[in-house]
């Protein structure tokens, strides 16, 4: 009988956890609509996010219902109690995620809607998409081989995507200042919406490996700075 109820514990657990991965991939594929329809000016994934946020919304709160029911007929212990939380934890983190990349496709289809083609520091821009997808990457791999490594990783990537949005941010004020208007909505300012939802996301990235980490663990790393992070996981620092 206990092995029985071991087996549906398991199973169980192991569908909330693959609802999950099924979360992030819908995330990741809002994220890639809204990408292109900045990069490309495709306006037709513009639709296509905000469609998939609502699907990101409903299975959200389908993986918080199953995983109080899992929580309520299986009794946990500690170590398993932590998947369960974190996973219920990463699943706010993405649905978060979402809401920014809805926005990020909002300014970027109101800039090609304006007719505006010309984004500008979209090389800036583009530097951080890229650490952001790392970072949405990242976790799910770590989540799958319990590495609480993986949130040292993420914080440096944080802090320098957060350094890259700061000088991006100090650009796109001072064109403000300069920038002439009556060319619909402003680009400077879309711009600079664009770039806040990416910086939410990257933070939100980083929050996510601290819920793994804390599930492998079982230790709250998400005040910790970059560099007690590497203190904690040598083996994480590039060249270690």
């Known amino acids: 009988m206990a092995n029985h109820i071991l087996k549906k514990f398991d199973a169980d657990l192991g569908a909330l956890i693959a609802r999950l991965f099924e979360l992030d991939d819908l995330v990741a594929a809002q994220f890639e609509h809204a990408m292109t329809l900045l990069v490309k000016c495709h306006r037709e994934h513009g639709p296509e996010v905000i469609a998939l946020e609502e699907r990101i919304n409903a299975l959200h709160l389908a993986i918080d219902n199953d995983a109080a ?5 299986h009794q946990p212990n500690a170590s398993d109690l932590r998947v369960v939380l974190a996973t219920t934890r990463i699943a706010a983190e993405l649905e978060e995620i979402a809401n920014a990349i809805t926005r990020l496709g909002g300014s970027a289809d109101r800039i090609h809607r304006a007719g505006r083609k010309d984004i500008r520091h979209l090389d800036s821009l583009d530097a951080l998409r890229t ?4 970072m949405l990457q990242d976790w799910r791999a770590a989540f799958s081989a319990r590495d609480a490594a993986v949130v040292a990783k993420s914080a440096r990537a944080c802090a320098a995507a957060q350094e890259t949005w700061q000088e991006l941010e100090a650009l796109l004020v001072e064109s403000l200042h300069v920038a002439h208007t009556g060319l619909g909505p402003h680009l400077g300012v879309e711009t600079l919406r664009i770039a806040e939802a990416l910086r939410e996301i990257a933070e939100r990235a980083a929050l ?3 819920h793994v980490a804390y599930m492998a663990r079982g230790e709250d790393y998400r005040h910790r700075s970059p560099e ?11 060249g270690a």
């Open 69 to 73: 029911q899992l929580i309520v007929q």
């Open 131 to 134: 650490a952001v997808q790392s």
């Open 208 to 210: 996510i490996a601290a």
């Open 228 to 238: 007690q992070l590497d203190q904690i996981f040598p083996a994480a620092v590039p």
